[in-house]
């Protein structure tokens, strides 16, 4: 079982940058597959970024170019570098595993198996 602590976000004005972290703990997230979601008031969780066995990284079409998932192994730490920012992205920010083998949905986060209680990004002017 593995816990998941993000930490990074904040309020920035349009066009600036954060780095969100999402620390695990209990297990090594090279073993999972590991995603960024984003909730925004009023609306549905969507999936932000996902990087799969084997460090390739995806992101959505909303945020490509802008946004970069990492993962630091030996930090036990999963990163999105968020850049260019749009009151858009304002939303509560979420980290998720899913555990090999296990299905899960990396657009909805639907089935992924452990989450962590997210981190806010305010970009407003």
């Known amino acids: 079982q593995v816990q998941l602590v993000e930490s990074g976000g904040g309020s920035v004005q349009p066009g600036g940058s954060l780095r969100l972290s999402c620390t695990a703990s209990?297990?090594?997230?090279?073993?999972?597959?590991m995603g960024w979601f984003r909730q925004a008031p009023g609306k549905e969780r969507e999936g932000v970024a996902s990087?799969?066995?084997?460090?390739?990284?995806t992101s959505a079409d909303s945020v490509k170019g802008r946004f970069t998932i990492s993962m630091d192994v030996p930090k036990n730490t999963l990163y999105l570098q968020m850049n260019s920012l749009k009151p858009e992205d304002t939303g509560v920010y979420y980290c998720?595993?899913?555990?090999?083998?296990?299905?899960?949905?990396?657009?909805?986060?639907?089935?992924?198996?452990?989450w962590g209680r997210g981190t806010l990004v305010t970009v407003s002017s």
């Open positions: 209990g297990d090594s997230i090279r073993t999972y597959s």
């Open positions: 990087i799969f066995d084997g460090g390739r990284p």
């Open positions: 998720a595993a899913l555990r090999s083998g296990h299905g899960g949905s990396f657009r909805t986060g639907e089935g992924m198996d452990y």
